[in-house]
């Protein structure tokens, strides 16, 4: 990894992950989804409650290294720190309330929807978003009981790390959001 402003080494370290890490990483989400979508959701929601505050209470840290990753100003990362925060208390308010409904039909019929967990999502981030990128795809899927493989750009994985390490302190069980480099 090179900082963004000086294109000097930052980070050593840092290698993609090969393919058989890849195929753990897919292989530990199919594991953990099952754990995962039958958690309550009222105990998702507290989880990403907890997630958030994490996230919170590294605001700057995350600003500093999202600075150093992309070149953008501090006080935009700072933003950007204050809004995945946000985002994941946006969705764990979500995750109890996301079930079905029922609906009356012309007729004396009714019919009725019933929201479940789809598995693992793989999703891709971009480097001009590292942390809150990885914030806007992972906390509707983890908040609906599913589980996540991201992969963050080359250029700026240590967002979408923090964030791991962030979701694994609050109490998301190992597997279900998993990050691979490359």
């Known amino acids: 990894l090179r900082d963004a402003a000086t294109g000097a080494p930052s980070r050593p370290g840092f290698r993609p992950s090969p393919s058989s890490m890849v195929d753990a990483a897919v292989s530990s989400a199919a594991d953990a989804r099952g754990g995962w979508a039958s958690t309550a959701p009222s105990a998702r929601s507290g989880?990403?409650?907890?997630?958030?505050?994490?996230?919170?209470?590294?605001?700057?840290?995350?600003?500093?290294?999202?600075?150093?990753?992309?070149?953008?100003?501090?006080?935009?990362?700072?933003?950007?720190?204050?809004?995945?925060?946000?985002?994941?208390h946006f969705y764990a308010g979500l995750a109890p309330v996301a079930g079905g409904s029922v609906r009356d039909i012309?007729?004396?019929?009714?019919?009725y929807t019933r929201r479940e967990p789809l598995g693992t999502g793989a999703c891709i981030g971009a480097w001009n978003y590292p942390l809150l990128g990885a914030v806007w795809k992972s906390a509707?899927?983890?908040?609906?009981?599913?589980?996540?493989?991201?992969?963050?750009?080359?250029?700026?994985?240590?967002?979408a790390l923090a964030l791991a390490e962030a979701f694994l302190e609050a109490g998301v069980p190992p597997g279900v959001f998993n990050v691979i480099l490359g």
Do not use: H, M, Q, Y
């Open 47 to 88: 989880i990403l409650r907890a997630a958030a505050e994490l996230i919170r209470s590294r605001a700057e840290e995350l600003a500093r290294d999202e600075t150093r990753d992309t070149g953008r100003t501090l006080a935009e990362t700072r933003g950007d720190a204050a809004d995945a925060a946000a985002c994941l």
């Open 140 to 159: 509707p899927a983890l908040a609906t009981g599913n589980a996540v493989v991201f992969k963050p750009s080359e250029e700026t994985p240590l967002g």
């Open 106 to 111: 012309p007729g004396g019929s009714w019919a």
